[in-house]
């Protein structure tokens, strides 16, 4: 068995080490690019389009992922509830919705992040409501949520107007 320099076996294996590297690095998702929603991140409450209380909590983003449990009440009852997960999905940002708990077949990837004017968009023009979802930090203790797209063929919106809770 032909012997390596130790110069050779040290170029051999840094250039595996790259290989693997580069690898990991395409297949693996970027936590940094769920960072740029950091703006999300806090305890909301206000009210619905349609007049229902509303509540939403955003954790930090930690390990590429960032969750958001939402709830909607009338009369001191909840009437929806939705768990939102932002992550990467094939390289993407991208919003899962859970609506009632439940996943839904429909992503939404960002098709538009501002991180300095604190605004996102995430959008599936295949669905029907919501088609596209609008986080935007009006000031810093005003988060407003918009959802638009259509219902029964006619469009629709409905705009959460959050304050943070201290």
Avoid at 128 to 154: N, S, W
Wanted: charged share 20%; net charge negative.
């Amino acid at each position: 068995m032909p012997s390596l320099s130790i110069a050779r076996l040290a170029s051999v294996l840094l250039t595996t080490i790259a290989l693997a590297t580069a690898a990991a690095e395409t297949s693996a998702p970027k936590s940094d690019s769920v960072v740029q929603l950091a703006f999300l991140t806090g305890h909301w409450r206000g009210t619905a389009a349609d007049g229902h209380a509303a509540e939403e909590l955003v954790s930090a983003p930690e390990g590429g992922v960032m969750l958001s449990a939402g709830r909607e009440f009338e009369n001191g009852k909840c009437v929806f509830f939705d768990l939102v997960v932002f992550t990467e999905k094939a390289g993407v940002l991208t919003l899962i919705p859970h609506p009632n708990g439940l996943l839904s077949r429909h992503v939404f990837p960002n098709t538009s992040i501002d991180a300095a004017a604190k605004r996102a968009v995430f959008e599936n023009p295949a669905h029907d409501f919501p088609k596209k979802f609008v986080y935007e930090l009006v000031t810093p203790d005003r988060l407003r949520i918009t959802l638009t797209g259509e219902i029964k063929g006619k469009p629709a919106e409905d705009v959460f107007e959050l304050k943070r809770v201290p």
